[in-house]
């Protein structure tokens, strides 16, 4: 072996093992201040109702922070919305899918798709859509990936690649899955899909406001 | 002609210190492995890539030891995207800059006659490294709906009533969920490395061998398929009971084995020709 290319490969990996050890000494940003639950209890005309997971699915979800409300309207549509909220040092994500949930939790996955949703500033995001059904019952389901209050993503490998950037860049990559679902009728799931997209716009207007903050 | 003293300990320092830098993606590499069954192979690729080498051994020795610069581009970028990865907290690129840094560091240090011979053994190591779940998250699912819409098909064929609603198929008396373990994605990950392995101990031409590494997904799919439509017509008959415990991890071994065999018989046939 020759003596240059052995001392340069020494020394290469002698460099990469000391800068990987610095960083590995970086701190992992805490959450100082959860706000989620500062969401506002009416949005679009919905009120809200606060529910809680029992603890073992609490424990499941090992979120930082969650949100579960069912808001409801005068006329009687209520639209169900989750949000778990993983810090830094979580990971800043989930490890559930509605893909695999849904099914596991006896609900057949009839369609799935994404579609646009427009914020007041004119922005669109593009979310995921899924159709589950059950006994006899739509469920329409919106759900996507938010990182650092603002970046939209509406599937996990986006999410990675918001996260990575986020993480070398400000060595920070939380993040959040929201979901948002109404149960729909058969002759009603086109409608629930309206009605479940105008209140994701909404709420994506809402969201960077109620970001979590770490330091 | 052996290896000089000299080199046997310029190479064992340079690996130890390579195995000490990535260290850090070591142990949650291993627990995945260890914790979802899709990675379960994971323990199995490092040994196959040592005796892989081990094989060798005759051939490297008589190669004549150099250095390559396009071995150091490899190591360099190997160590760059180890370096990001691991500042960005994402598992996946650093595992697989920990096995291309490797690569790049022997083809860098003994040459491209050993690099050339090195190139599938440590390259191998590849399948260590698990799928990200984002990824298998993209694919499962199609599949998965796939499989559950071919199996229901063939399930009337045999003349017994099924409907299908998504990933559920109901029968009289019971229902089976068609999960995401049964997605297939795990035979294809396993039988993927298996037809990579008969490819490379393949004499065939290089179109051939292309051809049997693909085939490796179609035939994962086919047994997986069958699998469940075989579980379905059980459970029409004996209830969902056959769709759990033993019986359902018994189904699997017997399912991977078929589909071994179809990726042996398909090794045996294109070598064959190629005497022919």
Known sequence: MRNASFVTALILLVLTGAVSSLLAYRPVPVVVATNLEKLPMEIDGYRAVEDYFPESVYRELNADKYVYRHYRSADGRVIDLYIGYYGTAKGGRTGHNPYSCLPSAGSAIVETGTTDCTMSTGKTARVNVIVARKDELNTVLLHWYQTGGTTVASNSLYQNLGRLVSRVMHNKDDGAYIQISQAAADGNVAQAKQHVRQFASKLLDMLPAAWPVEQ | MGLARNDKIKLTLLLGLWFLVFYPVVPEMVRDWAGHSDNNHGFLVPLIALYLIWQKKDELLSAEMDSSKWGAVVLVAGLAVFLLSFAG????????????????????????????????????????VPVPVSVIGLVSMPLQLMATKLSAKLIEHCSIPVYREGNMLFFVGTQLEVAEACSGVRSIMSLTMLGTIFAYMSQATWKRRVVMVLAAVPIAMTANIIRITGTGILAHFFGDKVARGFLHEFSGIIVFVFGLAVLGGLYKLLNRKKVA
């Not at chain 2, 996946?92 to 006659?113: I, K, N, Q």
Request: hydrophobic share 70%; with cysteine; charged share 5%.
């Open chain 2, 89 to 128: 907290g994402v598992a996946f690129p650093a595992r697989v800059a920990m096995v291309l840094s490797l690569f790049g560091l022997l083809w860098f240090c003994t040459g491209s006659a050993w690099g050339r011979i090195l190139a599938f053994p440590v390259l191998f190591l590849l399948f260590m």
